[in-house]
């Protein structure tokens, strides 16, 4: 039998053991071992709960008790999570996290600790809730030399543009909805400004180039100015607003973003809608993968949780070899990167636009007046810039 200590009664926690408690036959069978949650740390009590026999509010409890060998960390945050877990992984205890802020800032770190002590340090739920992309990229994709991930990282956006794309609403109005559908929190700048895909993106970067990539060095921008003018202008171009995480190897550089970006009806991101995420994978030999599925939600995190504690009861002694380098990667000048912009400018700006930017293509829009809105030619990101800030009232949307 084998212990494991969940740290955070919360939303996932509390889904960890339910999936442990209802498919603990297969559980037990795929990992070759009965998986028992000793304790459950928590701040609260839950009383008339079953749990409450396991609670413990003290992490010296857990810390040591050398019968818990796996320690399930889904209390969010930096602090105390990393705390916490370098202590586990010290210990001799290996360590399963959905945590994404923990492991897109201290996830080399942690990695080498594991490997020094021959446990592991996994956190398939850290990106993508319930879709596997994890395990692929260090296991299954070794193979490939990656060129390029771009994903749909964050569900609570793409339930908002989505929204706004179907029924014509307001960014305002859809976030109100999504609140109040328990989509987004109260306070929603984590999402809404992309700051939780960046993290993602981050941590996807990191294992696919094999070195440290900061997410303060990623930039990014949210959904906050796009509006439902700009859905009209996109369904003209027949094409789907999406919030999108970037990470790509061009010219010998990795360059990394998060933006929102207008997807043609031909990408493979263009019909992934409401609170689904999905993430485009291009490597040199394999060409192009996409994973698709539910990116977040108790049941489909916990459950990529779980997967990652059998991982760990089936490498007991033995450390799952993750090339993630504590050195930094240095990330392409984002003025460098080379991108398409669709731009709208007001209509007596004509002119000067067409004398600025090498158009593309002219974009039509019966339900829009007043405006004058193009595609640019490719350009770099200093290039757009420089011209954009030229013209007053200027707004613009990357092409994927």
Known sequence: MINIAVLGYGTVGSGVVEVINTNHASINKRAGQEINVKYVLDLRDFPGDPIQEKIVHDYSVISNDDDIKIVVEVMGGVEPAYTFVKEALLKGKSVATSNKELVAKHGAELLAIAKEKKVNFLFEASVGGGIPIIRPLNNSLTADKIREITGILNGTTNYMLTKMANE????????????????????????????????????????????????EDIHTEGITKISDVDMKYAKAMESSIKLLGISKKADGNVYAMVSPRMVGKNHPLYSVN?????????????????FYGSGAGKLPTASAVVSDV????????????????????????????KNQFFVRVAKDKEAMAKELFEIAKEVKCEEVSGEYAFVTEIMTEAEFSEKAAKVEAISSIRLA
């Open 274 to 290: 409401d609170v689904f995420n999905a993430i485009f994978v291009n490597g040199n030999v394999l060409g192009d993968v996409m």
């Open 168 to 215: 014509g609403a307001d960014y305002d109005s859809v976030l109100k909805d999504a609140q109040e559908k328990g989509y987004a929190e109260r306070n929603p700048e984590a999402d809404v400004e992309g700051y939780d895909a960046c993290r993602k993106i981050a941590i996807l970067t990191s294992l696919a180039f094999g070195k440290q990539v900061d997410y």
């Open 310 to 337: 059998v991982d760990a009861v089936k490498h007991t002694g033995t450390n799952i070899m993750t090339i993630w380098e504590q050195e930094k990667l240095q990330l392409g000048d984002f003025g460098d990167c």
